[in-house]
């Protein structure tokens, strides 16, 4: 590369970080002062795209029109997210950070439905920023007069941002939230204004890098996934918390991104480099060693230790031997009264539930939060397709060999995962899962790329209706048994006494890391296993099995059952699975149900649907006594 080309690819990867600063400077104000990790900001951001365009052909294509358009977009964008706050978010301040998250993730959900009825399904297009569509010459380079602008409302922002948080009174007592909550408002500062006022101004910030971003990028309903996965790698990158640290790597990513597109393709030793496919994942990459190298982010602090999942939880119980049988039972009638699509539901259901059982395990008794849980679920079911279609192996043992794949993968990233707590190892979990995905969804020869695999079908012996959903059954159920019995085991203790008290267990000698490594590598390969019988059930496997979505899935059926319960997963993954297909067929705005009914459980059984009901049942019987 030329030394203009690497100019302009400079350029550019700065104009796409000056956006990524914006709406990543949001996300880490309001986490700072909230310890809220706000799923819904991307969809704010997304909001801002949909706004602008719409303002825009309301106040014409003129310089006025489209500037006025965007700070409008960027305020209507921050009182959504300040009614957001009021409505939903100030009900449950006390409850559970992981069940805050589960909200968040449910606002996603009704906002995406809410774009769609409003929006409709296809991208949008918006025009070019009135004067600033030309291209200067640059070292004998074209490059956008719009994109030196954004260049600099990034460095501008974090002026503002800057004078805000140092010089101003709402500064001062940010400051101070984000480093003492409970202090502040002991000293009578009126927490639910502050955090509100801090929720708009996050919120203003993401519709502002969406409605600065209508000129380069379609308004879609995809944006909000992608676009939080973005955010939360850079303000982890940058370190929680810290609007410098957030600025500095979104230049690193930003700049790394175009990069990779400018390289393109580059021989090495006979070796064929494609940088451009790195595009996808290099952040990721960047966010691993980062995480490896500086476990709390380039310019953050050494938060104080803590669990992720809030207060002490009450011990589990063993579910009762009677109603596992009735469930048994039940389960195992159903192919005798029930029609096909009933049997493939609730082979479905079983599948999930080991998957959100294993997730459970790691996230309830050990303390770990993931992120990227479904990459074990995806690898297993690619290693089971593979290993049946490419290797040649038949269903048996391609089924049995899958979760030790999956296992292996889950062995090599728990050594790295083990080493960070919090939100740090939430989101090193998910730069794997990325990484995991990015390899799958982009190696053609083996994985068959997006299109996936498929011809996967079972041995003609489980070709029946009901053979099938027996073994799926047996396999799940057995998986689940496993778990539970472990969880009994000194294992198990040890894994829950490293979570409650750290310093504790490492004091009477307990080896907690090599205990949480062992646990991650035992998940891992359980949900491969669930992958592996969820691939062969469908006859296909697609790379949305390793995606960000079927992460998040998991995370909501183990967080809507409940995370202090051993059966609250299982009841989770059933509810979840159901309540999606039972919608998705009879509404176009199944999400926003889908949402709506989450947001009500969040908000009535904050401890889940199981533990809630579960101290509905303890205060009865304590009334009647």
């Not at 640290?245 to 090495?268: E, R």
């Amino acid at each position: 590369m030329t030394f203009a080309s690497i100019l302009i690819q400079l350029l550019n990867g700065l104009a796409a970080a000056s956006s990524l600063f914006l709406v990543s400077a949001g996300l880490s104000l309001i986490f700072g002062v909230t310890r809220i990790v706000n799923f819904a900001h991307g969809s704010l951001y997304m909001l801002g795209l949909y706004a602008a365009y719409s303002l825009i052909e309301l106040l014409g294509r003129t310089p006025l029109g489209f500037w006025s358009a965007v700070v409008l977009a960027s305020i209507a964008v921050g009182l959504v997210g300040a009614a957001i706050e009021v409505v939903v978010l100030r009900r449950i301040y006390r409850a559970p950070e992981l069940f805050q998250l589960l909200a968040t993730f449910a606002v996603v959900l009704v906002i995406k439905d809410a774009a769609l009825f409003a929006w409709g399904a296809e991208d949008l297009v918006g025009p070019r920023a009135p004067g600033l569509g030309e291209a200067v010459q640059i070292m004998g380079k074209r490059i956008p007069v719009y994109d030196l602008l954004l260049i600099a409302a990034g460095p501008l922002v974090l002026g503002i941002m800057w004078l805000l948080l140092a010089r101003t009174r709402w500064g001062a007592l940010v400051r101070a939230a984000t480093q003492d909550r409970e202090m502040v408002g002991a000293l009578g500062v009126d927490q639910a204004k502050l955090f509100t006022s801090v929720f708009f101004v996050g919120a203003l910030l993401a519709g502002l890098g969406g409605a600065l971003q209508i000129p380069r990028e379609p308004a879609n309903l995809d944006l909000d996934l992608s676009v939080i996965a973005d955010a939360f790698v850079v303000t982890v990158v940058g370190g929680l918390g810290s609007l410098g640290g957030a600025f500095l790597a979104a230049i690193l990513i930003g700049v790394a991104k175009a990069f990779c597109i400018g390289i393109g393709t580059v021989h090495v030793f006979g070796f064929e480099i494609i940088f451009s496919k790195l595009v996808m994942v290099v952040e990721f990459v960047i966010m691993g060693v980062v995480l490896v190298l500086r476990p709390y982010g380039l310019l953050g602090k050494k938060p104080a230790l803590q669990r992720a999942i809030g207060d002490i939880l009450p011990p589990l119980t063993s579910p009762r031997w009677q109603v596992a049988v009735a469930w048994i039972v039940l389960f195992l009638l159903i192919p005798l009264f029930a029609d096909r699509y009933v049997v493939v539901l609730m082979t479905d259901i079983a599948c999930f539930a080991l998957f959100a059982a294993s997730l459970h395990f790691i996230m309830g008794p050990a303390g770990m939060v993931s992120f990227g849980h479904a990459a074990y679920f995806g690898l297993g079911a690619y290693a089971a397709a593979l290993l049946f279609k490419r290797a040649g192996l038949p269903m048996e043992a391609a089924l049995l060999l899958a979760p030790f794949c999956a296992g292996l993968f889950a062995l090599v990233y728990g050594w790295f995962c083990v080493r960070l707590s919090g939100v740090y190892l939430a989101m090193l979990t998910l730069a794997f899962a990325q990484i995991s995905w990015s390899v799958v969804f982009q190696w053609d020869a083996l994985t068959g790329g997006s299109n996936g695999l498929v011809g996967i079908w079972p041995s003609a012996w489980l070709a029946g209706k009901s053979a099938y959903y027996y073994m799926t059954l047996a396999l799940c159920g057995a998986g689940i048994a496993l778990l539970w019995r472990v969880l009994f085991s000194p294992f198990g203790y040890a894994l829950r006494a490293g979570r409650d008290s750290p310093l504790r267990a490492e004091a009477i000698g307990i080896d907690l890391r090599s205990f949480q490594w062992a646990a991650f590598a035992l998940v891992g390969g359980l949900a491969g296993l669930a992958g592996a019988v969820f691939a062969f059930s469908k006859g296909s496997i697609s790379p949305s099995a390793v995606s960000i979505a079927q992460s998040t899935d998991g995370l909501v059926m183990v967080l809507l059952g409940g995370v202090e319960t051993l059966t609250g997963p299982v009841v989770g993954a059933a509810i979840f699975t159901w309540l999606r297909d039972e919608v998705a067929r009879r509404t176009e705005f199944w999400r926003a149900v889908l949402g709506l009914t989450i947001l009500a459980i969040v908000l009535l059984f904050p401890q889940g649907l199981v533990g809630g009901l579960k101290a509905l049942a303890n205060r009865w019987r304590e009334a009647r006594a």
